[in-house]
């Protein structure tokens, strides 16, 4: 499995330069995460060609885009390209448009048409053409349309974006069992951090053209959650060891703590990425047992900010590092201070997957 390696210097006309030096992986999803006019979509078009640069590398698949001033075609690249908006042929039907992509199939060990279908969930979808379909079902065969095209890198640019959120939760479960799946690299533009958490196993931050931090998401972690620090939050890895219907609640492992989800839909050994907000955590000096809430963690203050509209408080816990974000008269009534033993709490109903 070869990695991506990237290195350019890329001014443009607007005065914006894209200037990184990153090794993706070969294979799986990578997250490309940042501000508007950070450089994520430049970069994609850098990867497909689209976009000149005088002299960069760029070698995908253990082959050479780009070698200084020596550079690949953009017909010459076999790359998969999903935008936001689904682009597929009008006139063609669900299955027309996958023809015309197995027509034109890289050569090499092409994903299997049945497999396509199967994963993507499109099977009842292929006679139908582009206008009967929901934003939601265009965008899988554009992806699966994509993936016929053999490419040694696939391209997502905020492919869930322009769907409400509901057609957003239909369609993640299926891009979930892609990323399980899938043998090539594939970058995923986005803003969502749900997303990010779901998805990919690696992220590039950007920020301002340049790499803020990259690595798996508990590397990022940090970065990732205080990326607004407005509102901060956590991203906690966790596994499921139990589940209890009666309560609609599983019981999951993380870090050393054992935390309650409002989730009656996940099976014991599934690997989770819980979020929760720094305003959703509270602190207590002891551990109170005649509360609702089920999620009560130990935890050390690691460090304090004083914001306009609060305290940010910094925790060590059992659970992982984690935010709370509580009123300066609490922060005061607790005598808050660095190194202070208390435990934080939250509500299973406040952590999110
Ligand atoms: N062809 C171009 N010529 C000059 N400047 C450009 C060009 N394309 C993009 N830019 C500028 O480069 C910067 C990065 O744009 P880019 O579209 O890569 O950002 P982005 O992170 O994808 O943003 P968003 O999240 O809003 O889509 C912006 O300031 C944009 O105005």
Known sequence: MSQIEIELDLPLSSGFRLALSSQMPGQGFTGIFGPSG????????????????????????????????????VHKRPVGYVFQEASLFPHLSAQGNLDYAIKRAWPGKAPQVSDMIELLGIGHLLKQFPHQLSGGERQRIAIARALLIN?????????????????????????????????IP????????????????????????????????????????????QHPFSILPAQVSQ??????????????ARLWLADSALKPGTPVRLQVQARDVSLSLSAHQDSSILNIVPAVVD?????????????HSDAGPLWAKISLRSAEHLQLHQGQRLHAQIKSMALTR
């Open 303 to 315: 460090n304090m900010l004083n914001q306009e509209d609060g305290m940010l408080v910094r925790l």
């Open 186 to 229: 594939v970058l995923y533009v986005t803003h969502s951090v749900s997303e990010l958490s779901k998805l990919a196993d690696e992220v590039v931050m950007l920020h301002k053209g340049r790499v803020k931090a990259q690595g798996t998401i508990s590397e990022v972690g940090d970065a990732l959650g205080f990326s607004d620090p």
């Open 243 to 256: 589940t209890h219907p009666h309560w609609k609640l599983v019981s999951v492992q993380c870090h050393k």
């Open 38 to 73: 950070s450089g994520k979509t430049t970069l994609l078009r850098f990867i497909a060609g689209l976009q000149p640069c005088h002299s960069a590398i760029l070698k995908v698949a253990g082959q050479y885009w780009q070698q200084g001033k020596q550079c690949l075609a």
């Open 151 to 183: 490419p040694s890198v696939l391209l997502m640019d905020e492919p869930l974006a322009a769907l409400d959120e509901a057609r957003k939760q239909d369609i993640l479960p299926y891009l979930q069992a892609l990323a399980g799946e899938i043998a």
